[in-house]
Each structure stands twice: as C-alpha cells, then as structure tokens.
C-alpha cells in the first residue's frame, strides 16, 4: 500500500477557552486544504476521529456538523476507538483511498475537553475501560500505574527512571509553539511532583487538552497529477486487545502494539532500525517506556536506559515524540493519532523548524486506545 | 462493486431488559458468522455501528469490548453518524472489502436504550441534531413535524395520509417475530392515538428500542472459495446534508437521500422500477412518505397515494419495509441501518417465511442520520 500525505495541519494544543469544538475542527481541516493547495471540493470522503464530543458536548453527528460548517456534502463519518480514534482516522481515510473508489481522502482528529471540570472528564475518559474496573472506581492513571509497578519490579528499574520520557518531551515541546506546554522541566520539578497513583506522579502524565489535527491523503495519480507525491504512508495496522487490564496475562506489554507493528514493519518492508524518528502514545511515562519495547526499538527492559542515556532524545539515536508527545504537547483524545501523522510528515519534509530531526527518511506513528484495547501504527516514508 | 452478502442475523428488537448491550452485540455476531458458515477467525476486520453507548452506558470502546467477548484480536473499528450508524458500519465495511486488503469483514449495529427514562433518552437522541435546535427545545419529532406540515400543505395531503405507513408497517410486523410491535393497528388507532408535535401522533412515531444485527461481507474470490455468491451488494453510497433543519431551503425533501440514491442506481446500473422492495427510514410516518419521492419511487407529491392504495404493502406493487420498519419492527438506533440490509438479504434469499416478497432479486436500504444529516443507501441483488 501507498497512500500519499498531500497536506497537514495541527492547530494550537491547549486550554482553547475562547475556542469551540466547531472552530477546532474546522480550522484543521482548512489548514489541511490550504497546505494540500487543492480545493475544499475535491476531497471525497472525511474521517472524523473524536472520543468524547456525544458524551461531554452533546453533539454526536459530527460528520453532519463538519460538512455543514464546511460548506460540502462529502461523504463524512466519525470513527472512535477511545484514545487511538485519531490513528483510526488515518487508518480509515487509507483504506479508502487504498480502495480506488475515492482518489482523496481527509482524516480529521478533535477534542474539546478543559471546559468541563476534572472529575467529568476523568469519568468520561473511563467510558473506554471495561465495566467491571470502572465500577471499582479505577482510573486510566490507576490503571498504567500497575503497569508501571510491574515493570519497576521486573526490570529492577528505578521510580526516578520515569521521570525522563517526561523531561525529554517538555524539552520537545519548548521548540514546538504548537504545543500545550512549550517549557522544559528538571529532573527535581518531576519527581518532587505530586503523586497521582503510586508510582506516577502528576508529571508522568499527559494533560487534559482541546486541539484538532488533520491529514490530506491522496492516491499516487492524484497526486501526481498535484506534482506531490514526496511522503507516503507504507503501512497502517490496526490490532485489538482486550478491554481490560484484569484479562492480561503480561503487565509489561501491550500486546496490540507489539502485534500492530510487526505487521506494520512488514507491509512497509522496513525495521526498527530504519527509523528517523517515532511518535509514541506516551499518555503516562511508562507507556513510553514500554512502548519502546512493544515497537522492537530495544530488548525487553531496556526502554529505561534508552531514556536515561539521551537516545531518544533530539540529536540522540532515533528521537523519540519530538513534537512533545502527549505529555507536553499535549493530548485533545481524538486529535492525537492523526497529530502524531502531522508531526512526522512535517519532520520528513524537512519543515520541522528549531526541532527537525536530521535526513529524516522513515517516521512510525503509535497510537493506542484504553490500556491497549486498540493500537494503531502508521509508517511513513519519503 | 460487488461485495458478497455471506450471512446476516437480527436479534429480536423490543425492551429487552433482561439483556445488556455486550449480550445483544455478541449474539448479533455470533449469528452471523453461523449464518455465514465461516470460523470466527476468518474474519478481518469489523465496523461497529452504535450511536448511544458513550453517553448512555459509558462505554465507548465497543471494538476492544467485542473483541475481548468474542476472544479475537480482529481489527475493530466503532463508526457513528447518527441513526446512520449502522448504514454507515456497512458501508465501511464494503470498502474494506473493496480495497483489497481484506477479504471479509463484519459490519455490526447495535443499541441499548430501554433502561433509561424517556428524558434521558430524547435528550441524548438530539445530540445528533444542531446546536441550535437542541438550545432552542426541539425534539426529532418536533423537527419531522415540521416536514409534515409544509408537505400536508404543499401537496394538499389529510392528517389521515399520515396514518398508513404505520398500518402497513404495523401489517409486516405482525408477520415478523424479530419485531418489537408483531400486531396490526387499525386507522382509527392511529388516528386517534395523543398528538406528540402536531400533525404527528404518538402511532406515527417510532419506538426506543434494544437490538442488534450483522452481516458478513466477503470478496467474490473469498465466497467463491465458500461456494457462497448469491447476493451482492452492487452500490454502497453515503451523503452528507447540513446538521440543522433551519440551514434547509426545502422541507419536503432530503437531499442527502435523492442524491445518494441517485448515485446508487447509476453504480448498480439499476433504476427505481427494478426495486423487488425497499427498506427506507420511517422514524415517523412522514420519514417514509417524503423517502419515497426522496428515493425516486414515484414524482413528488405522489407517495401519500401509494400509501393509501396498497401499493407500497406486501403483495403490492413495491413493498416497502416489510420487517415493519423503525416503526413496528423497532428502531435501536445503531442496528437499524444493518437490520434494514439483513431483512433485504433475507427477502432476495428466499427466507423471509411469511413476509417473503415474491421473486425478490434487487432490493434497497435506506438509512437515516438526524434530520438528514446523513444519509446511506446500500443496493443488493441477486
């Protein structure tokens, strides 16, 4: 498969109190169009990745909503898959195109979630949990600190080996206006931090965000025929996992990770090795870490030294969120997965500014929903 | 296109108190794949149309839900526009089976609405209308009265028109034990049944409802293998209306629907004569009367007289909803748009029993989004 990237926007991340969902939405997807430089009318089916817009904002029929505010009657539908509906966006508008029937496709991914108050949200939030671990009254922070308990245990790792995907990002972000918190931190700001749920504390996790990204794809003719075929997407894969934390056998993988990007490194013919530079789904530190070694980027238990000794950092081996990820450039649900596909396509056209990762060739994008109910992996290639 | 039909199954719709949404979700797929006579594993991908589950049960991640019930780790997808939902599972998963990459999928609808209180339930239903109607206290039955009094005025039809749709539907239903309502009503029960938003009454409306359905897809190669290629679905097509009713220039029509159905028969190289049956939207009486000039079925203010001369009734000229519709069969928001693509199967295999139209072979869908928001059409043939 090749889907070609023709366009891609990402709108400001953050505490938009002066924004709505229909502004987020619509100013991403016209950004998207702009930087395509192809008409509004020209795409011919939009994905709309959004987790929580029926439950918090009381609008559902966001296909409807766009196409209205847009001014076209393009076929439209919202696609959710809790945390990694964005990626699931991506991987819809791929298949489309991939299908011959549509030469264009655009993949828009929102959120509109610091008007409510926390407790709403984290409620909210917990609708992509299984039943019996929300009436128990788990939270997702609660849930990836068992996660993070079991891998300090069994890798002998450190508490203070999960404050660097954390630092490594806030520096990420300082050279991304885009992001929420475009600041760094030190090493004592992070561990000196409130604890949330032992062993995470308050700056192991990602913030509560309003944001919208969107990605313009298009066939290779169609794209020929715009003279822009530079990035493509060579593999998108989708994998589920079961609901619930309780039904795993091993608290240190997230298997649809594991099994999504083998796949995926196979359709597009290339290996962990190959990669410029990743964009993972670090909602908690620990998800970076174990991320890592879900995507083969090192042996189990390993991901912590990587962190340690600067490998994934700007400069490092294989940067690693150098957008700021989730944790510092912050995380609007549905927007993320399709912003972890702006950032590297930005990246692979050498448009990334002050954070550009040398001859970048090959990006991977990593998105997962729940705690690894669902996993999305794109590739991208120059 | 051509995607084979290779099994489909209906859960009984009604207040099925003594089911949760993960029982009907599951029997729903379970029977399909018998239907479809294939090893669960065989399938390759699932859509999953659900409007309410986020706002109404707090569960969102129905993909890692099922997955996890169902014990695969199949990629799953949930898509949502509205009462379009599930049209719109099925015509995803039609792509998916286009585009090559997957040689089956499963397209599942399904919802849970009956525990809840008839408030809580109108309220999240709006949510797939525009802001402003919901700020401004109207309702899905508020906003088709509008429809029905400009057309009872346009076309100088009687309240009395209004009432056949349901009889009919009423009619089918009594043939059909998957249905909520399986009696007949009589014109004075409708006529006389309380006025919910004039002109339309409490017998002209569709009902909150539990259910689900599902189809099995597959690629002619993948049913050839199966000895399994009677029915195909020779046009899937979706369009987008504007959210808002107040954003219309004409009330009698929903463009959405001519101008997805019309792009439908082009695609199935079919015209509205060739139709054996139809399954069309009737969330309210006057849902059906405007689909059918919407669908091309006769001109424009002529489908209140088929209504009343039999025509579009079982044994007539056209028969149209002969599961009994949204209205007697039952209307679980996410599964409708499914059940209306298995009761065609159904009826063009030859299985219908007592409902079964005679020499069935091209049959129409037709499902609903809001007030037209959106609209999917999907044909099938012998």
């Given at each position: 498969?090749?889907?070609?990237?023709?366009g891609?926007?990402?709108?400001?991340?953050?505490?938009?109190?002066?924004?709505?969902?229909?502004?987020?939405?619509?100013?991403?997807?016209?950004?998207?169009?702009?930087?395509?430089?192809?008409?509004?009318?020209?795409?011919?089916?939009?994905?709309?990745?959004?987790?929580?817009?029926?439950?918090?904002?009381?609008?559902?029929?966001?296909?409807?909503?766009l196409?209205?505010?847009?001014?076209?009657?393009?076929?439209s539908?919202?696609?959710e898959?809790?945390?990694?509906?964005?990626?699931?966006?991506?991987?819809q508008?791929?298949?489309?195109?991939?299908?011959?029937?549509?030469?264009?496709?655009?993949?828009?991914?929102?959120?509109?979630?610091?008007?409510l108050?926390?407790?709403?949200?984290?409620?909210?939030?917990?609708?992509?949990?299984?039943?019996?671990?929300?009436?128990?009254?788990?939270?997702?922070?609660?849930?990836?600190?068992?996660l993070a308990?079991?891998?300090?245990?069994?890798?002998?790792?450190?508490?203070?080996?999960?404050?660097?995907?954390?630092?490594?990002?806030?520096?990420?972000?300082?050279?991304?206006?885009?992001?929420?918190?475009?600041?760094?931190?030190?090493?004592?700001?992070?561990?000196?931090?409130?604890?949330?749920?032992?062993?995470?504390?308050?700056?192991?996790?990602s913030?509560?965000?309003?944001?919208?990204?969107?990605?313009?794809?298009?066939?290779?003719?169609?794209?020929?025929?715009?003279?822009?075929?530079?990035?493509?997407?060579?593999?998108?894969?989708?994998?589920?996992?079961?609901?619930?934390l309780?039904?795993?056998d091993?608290l240190?993988?997230?298997?649809?990770?594991?099994?999504?990007?083998?796949?995926?490194?196979?359709?597009?013919?290339?290996?962990?090795?190959?990669?410029?530079?990743?964009e993972?789904?670090?909602?908690?530190?620990?998800?970076?870490?174990v991320?890592?070694?879900?995507?083969?980027?090192?042996?189990?238990?390993?991901?912590?030294y990587?962190?340690?000794?600067?490998?994934v950092?700007?400069?490092?081996?294989?940067?690693?969120?150098?957008?700021?990820?989730l944790?510092?450039?912050?995380?609007?649900?549905?927007?993320?997965?399709?912003?972890?596909?702006?950032?590297?396509?930005?990246?692979l056209?050498?448009?990334?500014?002050?954070?550009?990762v040398?001859?970048?060739k090959?990006?991977?994008?990593?998105?997962?929903?729940?705690?690894?109910?669902?996993?999305?992996?794109?590739?991208?290639?120059?």
């Amino acid at each position: 498969m090749k889907t070609v990237v023709l366009g891609a926007y990402q709108t400001k991340f953050g505490e938009l109190w002066d924004k709505g969902l229909d502004d987020l939405l619509l100013e991403a997807v016209q950004g998207a169009i702009e930087d395509a430089g192809i008409d509004k009318r020209k795409i011919e089916i939009i994905y709309i990745g959004n987790k929580l817009a029926g439950k918090l904002l009381d609008q559902n029929h966001l296909s409807a909503l766009l196409g209205e505010s847009l001014g076209i009657k393009t076929p439209s539908v919202r696609v959710e898959a809790a945390c990694a509906s964005g990626g699931m966006a991506v991987a819809q508008g791929c298949l489309a195109v991939n299908s011959g029937q549509f030469q264009t496709a655009l993949a828009v991914g929102v959120e509109k979630m610091t008007d409510l108050s926390t407790e709403e949200i984290s409620s909210a939030l917990m609708t992509a949990a299984g039943q019996d671990e929300q009436a128990n009254g788990l939270s997702f922070v609660g849930l990836y600190a068992l996660l993070a308990n079991k891998y300090l245990d069994k890798y002998q790792a450190k508490e203070e080996d999960l404050a660097f995907p954390a630092i490594k990002n806030h520096f990420h972000a300082s050279l991304n206006k885009k992001a929420q918190f475009p600041f760094s931190l030190t090493l004592d700001q992070v561990v000196d931090s409130p604890i949330i749920a032992r062993p995470l504390k308050l700056l192991h996790c990602s913030p509560i965000s309003d944001g919208a990204a969107a990605v313009v794809l298009a066939s290779k003719e169609f794209a020929k025929s715009k003279e822009r075929k530079s990035v493509y997407i060579t593999a998108s894969v989708q994998r589920t996992g079961s609901l619930s934390l309780a039904k795993r056998d091993n608290l240190t993988e997230i298997e649809a990770s594991s099994s999504a990007s083998q796949a995926a490194y196979q359709l597009a013919g290339v290996s962990p090795e190959d990669l410029s530079l990743l964009e993972v789904h670090d909602c908690f530190s620990i998800a970076e870490i174990v991320a890592l070694e879900d995507l083969g980027i090192c042996q189990r238990g390993e991901a912590y030294y990587l962190e340690r000794n600067g490998e994934v950092k700007l400069g490092g081996r294989r940067p690693v969120n150098v957008s700021g990820g989730l944790k510092a450039c912050g995380h609007p649900v549905g927007a993320t997965g399709v912003k972890q596909v702006v950032e590297v396509y930005n990246q692979l056209k050498g448009r990334a500014g002050e954070r550009q990762v040398k001859e970048a060739k090959v990006g991977l994008t990593h998105n997962v929903g729940g705690i690894g109910g669902t996993a999305v992996i794109h590739i991208l290639q120059k």
